[in-house]
């Protein structure tokens, strides 16, 4: 993967970054069950019962957008 990451301050500023060459991609067996639950409670806690696109989840985003008049979600 040559892609490298970029680091950011709290204040959006590049911090430094992180090289691809020193990547390498796990299997989902090496990855600590914690981190997966961590995972799924910070980002999409029913990542297991849908097929990609949660509806209830772009539901609820859309009618928050709708009433602040943004895209806020």
């Not at 691809?20 to 990855?31: A, F």
């Not at 990609?52 to 979600?73: E, K, P």
């Amino acid at each position: 993967m040559p892609e490298h990451s970029v680091i950011l301050d709290r204040h959006g500023e590049e911090y430094g970054t992180i090289h691809g060459e020193k990547r390498r991609l796990l299997n989902r067996g090496e990855i600590p069950e914690i981190m997966v639950k961590a995972l799924l409670a910070r980002e999409d806690v029913r990542f297991f019962e849908h097929a990609g696109v949660d509806v209830r989840g772009l539901a609820r985003a859309t009618l928050r957008n709708i009433r602040d008049r943004a895209f806020t979600q």
